[in-house]
């Protein structure tokens, strides 16, 4: 099953300007990351957030995590034609009696940034 | 420089026919993960190794098999069971199996049924 569901699933923007993709989730987390994907190609890592943390910067990327809400969001500042992805959330869940966990990721949203 | 090389990058199967999509990684990861992608979709696991010569299953493993003799390798097969196919594969690795550990990810191979 889906722990995380992204939120919108489209967003189509101009350069230059910011957008915000939102990611939620079911249950408890340890960690929740975000991942890019361009068409046909496989996942980048973006960034990860732990579940002590509140917000994560990293360039142009600001990522911030509301435990209490179960809810993650990603924001791009200036967007830029090279930031038409999709971008997906992967959180945590536990997998098997040994401790060990998998990633479980969300939908995706799609970003079209228009030049 | 290091990665994850996946093979081929296109792939047509025939009906009843076991093919095999190859995964190399040289960034001396332990562990491997091999995802489904269908379109529109999140990924979803297929098969997970932690250690040379140990694999488990995953979420949809019906279908799939894989192997880890060498640490670099884990080649994924999909048997003539699973009768929907058409996806897109991504093969994955991590310094070790754990949630905290980001994941770097192949080009994936897009399989189609001829």
């Known amino acids: 099953s889906q722990q995380g569901e992204e939120d919108p699933q489209a967003l189509s923007i101009q350069e230059g300007e910011n957008a915000t993709m939102n990611c939620s989730y079911k249950?408890?987390?340890?960690?929740l990351q975000w991942y890019r994907q361009n068409s046909g190609r496989g996942l980048v890592h973006l960034i990860l957030?732990?579940?002590?943390?509140r917000e994560k910067h990293s360039g142009r990327l600001r990522v911030t995590l509301d435990t209490s809400k179960k809810s993650s969001s990603l924001l791009i500042t200036a967007s830029r034609a090279a930031d038409t992805a999709s971008y997906f959330c992967?959180?945590?869940?536990?997998?098997?009696?040994?401790?060990?966990?998998?990633?479980?990721f969300g939908k995706g949203t799609k970003l079209t940034v228009n030049p | 420089d290091g990665g994850i090389t996946q093979s081929p990058k296109y792939l047509f199967r025939k009906e009843g026919q076991n093919v095999t999509l190859s995964c190399e990684q040289n960034?001396?990861?332990?562990?491997m993960y091999w995802y489904r992608q269908d379109p529109g979709q999140g990924l979803r696991l297929i098969y997970y190794?932690?250690?040379?010569?140990?694999?488990q299953k995953g979420d949809i493993a019906e279908g799939y098999s894989v192997s880890r003799e060498k640490k670099e390798s884990f080649p994924l097969t999909v048997t003539s069971a699973q009768k929907n196919p058409t996806a897109f594969y991504l093969c994955a690795s991590s310094i070790v199996r754990r949630s905290k550990q980001p994941q770097h990810f192949g080009d994936g191979t897009r399989l189609s049924i001829l």
């Open positions: 190794s932690q250690i040379v010569n140990d694999f």
């Open positions: 992967a959180t945590d869940a536990e997998w098997d009696q040994g401790g060990s966990e998998k990633l479980v």
């Open positions: 960034l001396n990861h332990d562990a």
């Open positions: 957030i732990r579940s002590n943390e």
């Open positions: 249950t408890s987390i340890n960690n």
